[in-house]
């Protein structure tokens, strides 16, 4: 039988036997085809099981066809657990519901639940999940038990292993059952059966019994362990001790079982962290602060290299950072303690700066008391991982091979001074971070595995790394498991009698090795299956109307992604909106990167950007922008889809609607022109309904109205101002939207640049390109930015500011102009003349050439601010916040709503109205149903405005209205 035909004989089995989704199609299986490692392996389908029944029976099928089968969670596993040649199941888009048990302090949860998500649920009831990994809000409890995962915690709570009570589980025949401590007479009682579980229950005692000595020898001493079988687990049960299947398959990398279900422990969640940031020159200085760290009972100790710390410098998302670090620290190390008292917590951030005084650690000790002051500290933390893989070039990246040992924390010193000598003679350079505080240091060598002499010095690497933890009797797998990175060395440091005794629980567990076969034991070479040498041919050459200044062009900035997965995260940020709303993988930038690595590999590029199936992964992406600065390797989604839409649109054709909405400065002046007349379409039903049908423009949200008065009209109609300009000119980059539709928020943002001292010119000679480039019509969008630049440059005078109130046309000109028109000095010139008005008003307000009344109606009103993606991305929302603050009496938050899902002309496209709205209802629709009804709501972007309005039911102002009301008359 063919491939083919054993992959179609597959897929038509799965889908009759189960409720959940299947899908076999080249783009599909290339996605699950890689995880966070280096490695990269084709499966032949992936199916997405809906709950436990569909899970049995995707297992039973791959039985019957002698198919391989690997579980997945987040896909975010560091040695190619999640890769592998069969039947992935993702566990990780439906099987998410959590059952807390406040009373017993348990949680019953299904495998693709994300530990963020269960902790958010156990808060609830002053409970938490022990072990706290970085990658937590996206990290699954499947994965984490596949894994045996640990983190910053484990000094305190230990291992994932360490909180597992019972599991429901497939067995490889896809029977099932349940893993629990059970007393000698329930183990007997369960092997008496004539199944699988019955014959583990009577073969795997005797196995444990014969082979004890073994066991005890061969297991590495050092308790941070997660490689291997955990047969140490189960030595010495009977006589009052019982035989705990449920840990004794936690690691094993779903060779053994599947876990659809676990019944978890949780812990009471302390009351209060505190922080003592210790600045050290170097790392060895910080690793030699650890041992009086650890004399002070902490709750982690932490140590970031200076690698990481410069590169979260380059990226506004931890711009935070800089500000309340103090010199040039070459690393830190970050010293928690946890508790409810927090004077004595206090006592002991006394009791360690006092030591490290005393013995001469360190130049500075930064205390962090409240989760404010934790803020800035913790996302670089938790960020070190992916800040670490930015920094690689092309195909030379910070590989994880060797970044998951441990020794016992009083060698570590030593230990890391050999780890760097190793190095050193591989001629090899690494970040540095991890958890000092057992012992484990996260090191990644950086590595190009299509240069054969580079992939010989990696094994040398590993090898010698191998031998060095062997001699401070640490272990080669402490908290991210074996995979395909370590499993190959399993023999060598278990010995062969242990190991011999590992394949016999795999073959008592798996007769027919279906069960994510080649990990923990009988494993290829660690340097087989890499990615970059063995996934995908070099790429072929393409041009493409954007510039991508990256090593590889287009193909190099999607190859950027190294699978992280923080693009799927459960919590703060925007990224990624999609995939908040669907959770399948292909609406997550990494799939879609992943996807555009495919095509860009092809033998015809430019044919293969045209592909349906690929234009249907990249069509959800609302191009926020979000993931050019949360993702860790700044993957710009927003310009691969539109370069991408550009292809396609060469190939098959503009659509109608795509024109028009990429006309928008055009339709929207004649709208404008015709006011009111144009209005009255928009509120005839059957025309909406029409215009639904023929464009695909959604009858079910209200269209903007056009404003005959608009802001054009209004600037050059007006009375001349009569006040000194004495801080100069400014331009006013007249937008295409509030122009036409919101003039009055550019006339209250005029009016105040007037009253601060400003002499205001209005350019609006045209659009910046941002709606043609949303629609991949970047010739229109390229003839629009350079006419628009052109005017800038010979119409203002130079070095005069440019602002206006809309995000995405701004910060189009600090951008994407630069992708558009690459080489044009001017387009450079103007972009570094690019302010937000914010700025300038506060600098107004700040130096008292604006003053705002103090009883104005906002004393003690609350506001609540949600920002424009754009210029999250682009700049942040310090400028927007703090012109608000400036409000007297007003209390300002800025809600953390994620992408409102309007994104322009997203939200009026019919097939992606309901996309839209479930976007808005991830965060930023609850977050202002919770508010009292006079919270006064902001927004600088007009789609979100009109989001919020539609969606939430409240009206959303721009900053400047509210600033230009609270104005005092005499301002």
């Given at each position: 039988m063919t491939t083919l035909e054993q992959a179609t004989k597959l897929e038509q089995a799965l889908r009759a036997a189960m409720d959940g989704e299947v899908a076999f199609d080249d783009y599909s299986r290339h996605l699950f085809s890689r995880d966070a490692s280096m490695y990269a392996i084709t499966p032949l389908g992936v199916a997405f099981p809906r709950h436990a029944e569909d899970v049995q029976a995707a297992v039973q099928v791959a039985a019957e066809h002698g198919v391989p089968i690997v579980a997945r969670g987040a896909g975010t596993s560091l040695a190619g657990q999640t890769v592998g040649p069969g039947l992935v199941l993702d566990m990780s888009r439906h099987l998410n519901r959590i059952i807390i048990d406040a009373e017993s302090r348990t949680a019953l949860v299904e495998a693709g639940v994300v530990q963020d998500q269960l902790n958010?649920?156990?808060?609830?009831?002053?409970?938490?999940?022990?072990?706290d990994t970085s990658t937590s809000n996206r990290a699954t409890i499947g994965g984490m038990i596949g894994n045996n995962s640990a983190g910053s915690g484990s000094l305190t709570f230990g291992m994932t292993i360490d909180h597992v009570r019972a599991l429901d589980v497939v067995l490889a025949d896809g029977s099932r059952a349940r893993l629990e401590p059970v007393d000698e007479a329930e183990r007997q009682l369960r092997a008496a059966a004539d199944t699988l579980e019955g014959r583990i229950y009577r073969e795997l005692p005797e196995l444990v019994i014969a082979n004890e000595q073994a066991i005890r020898s061969g297991m590495p001493l050092f308790w941070r362990r997660a490689g291997g079988y955990r047969l140490d687990r189960l030595v010495g049960f009977g006589h009052g001790t019982p035989f705990d299947l449920a840990k004794f398959v936690v690691g094993a990398e779903g060779t053994l079982v599947i876990a659809t279900h676990a019944l978890v422990d949780l812990v009471p969640k302390p009351a209060h962290t505190v922080y003592a940031v210790g600045h050290f020159d170097d790392t060895p200085s910080a690793i030699a602060a650890t041992t009086d760290a650890l004399s002070c009972d902490p709750h982690q100790v932490e140590l970031m290299d200076r690698t990481i710390l410069e590169l979260s410098r380059q990226k506004i998302e931890y711009a935070e950072l800089g500000t309340i670090l103090v010199g040039d620290?070459?690393?830190?190390?970050?010293?928690?303690?946890s508790g409810d008292d927090e004077s004595a917590l206090i006592a002991k951030l006394d009791e360690l700066e006092a030591l490290w005084r005393k013995n001469g650690h360190g130049y500075h000790t930064l205390r962090a008391v409240r989760p404010a002051d934790q803020k800035a500290l913790l996302k670089v933390r938790k960020s070190s991982l992916g800040l670490l893989m930015a920094a690689g070039q092309g195909t030379r990246r910070p590989l994880a091979f060797v970044e998951d040992t441990a020794v016992d924390p009083v060698h570590l010193a030593a230990y890391t001074k050999r780890f760097k000598e190793i190095l050193d003679q591989h001629h090899m350079d690494a970040g540095f971070?991890?958890?000092?505080?057992?012992g484990c240091l996260h090191i990644r060598p950086f590595v190009d595995l299509t240069d054969p002499e580079q992939v010989v010095r990696m094994r040398a690497v590993a090898e010698a790394v191998k031998d060095l933890v062997a001699e401070y009797g640490g272990v080669n797998s402490s908290e991210h498991g074996d995979g395909l990175a370590r499993?190959?060395?399993?023999?060598?440091?278990f010995g062969d009698e242990l190991y011999e005794v590992m394949r016999k629980v795999k073959r008592l567990f798996?007769?027919?090795n279906i069960m994510?076969?080649?990990?923990?034991?009988?494993?290829?070479?660690?340097?087989?299956?890499?990615r970059d040498r063995d996934a995908l041919p070099p790429a072929p050459p393409i041009t493409t109307k954007l510039r991508f200044e990256v090593v590889g062009g287009m193909r190099g900035a999607a190859d950027r992604c190294m699978n992280i997965g923080l693009c799927r995260k459960a919590g703060p940020g925007v990224m990624c909106p999609s995939y908040i709303a669907t959770k399948n993988e292909e609406h997550a930038t990494r799939g879609r990167a992943n996807a555009l690595v495919k095509a860009l590999s092809e033998s015809d590029p430019h044919a293969a950007l045209g592909d349906e199936r690929l234009h249907e992964i990249l069509d959800l992406c609302l191009m926020c922008k979000a993931c050019k600065t949360e993702c860790p390797m700044s993957v710009d989604m927003a310009s691969l889809k539109a370069e991408t839409l550009a292809h396609h649109h060469e190939?098959?054709?503009?659509p109608l609607r795509s024109r028009i909405f990429g006309s928008i400065r055009a339709l929207n002046r004649l709208g404008s022109a015709t006011a009111p007349v144009s209005n009255v379409p928009g509120r005839i039903r059957p025309l909406r309904r029409l215009l639904d049908r023929s464009l695909g423009i959604t009858a079910a949200r209200p269209l903007p109205e056009f404003q005959r008065a608009n802001l054009i009209r209004w600037f050059g109609r007006r009375d001349p101002v009569g006040t000194p300009a004495p801080m100069g000119t400014v331009n006013w980059l007249a937008d295409s939207f509030t122009t036409f539709t919101e003039p009055h928020i550019g006339q209250a943002a005029i009016e105040l640049l007037e009253r601060a001292g400003w002499h205001v010119e209005l350019a609006a000679s045209g659009c910046c390109g941002r709606s043609s480039m949303s629609k991949g019509l970047l010739d229109d969008s390229k003839k629009k930015a350079a006419a628009l630049v052109d005017s800038l440059t010979t119409t203002t005078i130079p070095g005069s500011p440019i602002v206006?109130?809309?995000?995405?046309?701004l910060f189009m000109l600090r951008d994407e102009h630069r992708a558009l028109l690459p080489y044009q000095e001017s387009v450079r010139a103007v972009a570094a003349r690019v302010q937000q008005v914010e700025e300038l008003l506060v600098e107004a307000i700040d130096a008292g050439r604006l003053r705002l009344r103090e009883d104005s109606r906002f004393a003690g009103r609350r506001i609540v601010f949600h920002g424009h993606c754009h210029q999250k991305a682009e700049v942040g929302t310090a400028a927007t916040m703090a012109l608000l603050r400036r409000i007297p009496g007003a209390v300002v938050e800025e809600i953390d709503s994620g992408c409102c899902g309007m994104a322009g002309s997203f939200g009026f496209e019919s097939e992606h109205y309901e996309t839209s709205l479930a976007v808005g209802g991830d965060r930023l629709f609850p977050a202002l149903a919770a508010e009292p009804d006079d919270t006064i709501v902001a927004a600088t972007g007009v789609s979100c405005r009109q989001q919020i309005f539609h969606g939430a039911g409240r009206t959303a102002w721009h900053p400047v209205e509210l600033v230009r009301e609270a104005l005092a008359e005499n301002g």
């Open positions: 958010k649920a156990a808060a609830a009831h002053g409970l938490m999940f022990g072990p620290p070459g690393a830190l190390l970050f010293v928690s303690f971070y991890g958890h000092c505080s057992v499993s190959e060395f399993n023999r060598e440091i798996d007769p027919g994510n076969p080649g990990k923990i034991v009988d494993a290829p070479s660690m340097t087989d299956n890499l190939i098959h054709g503009t206006g109130c809309e995000p995405s046309c």
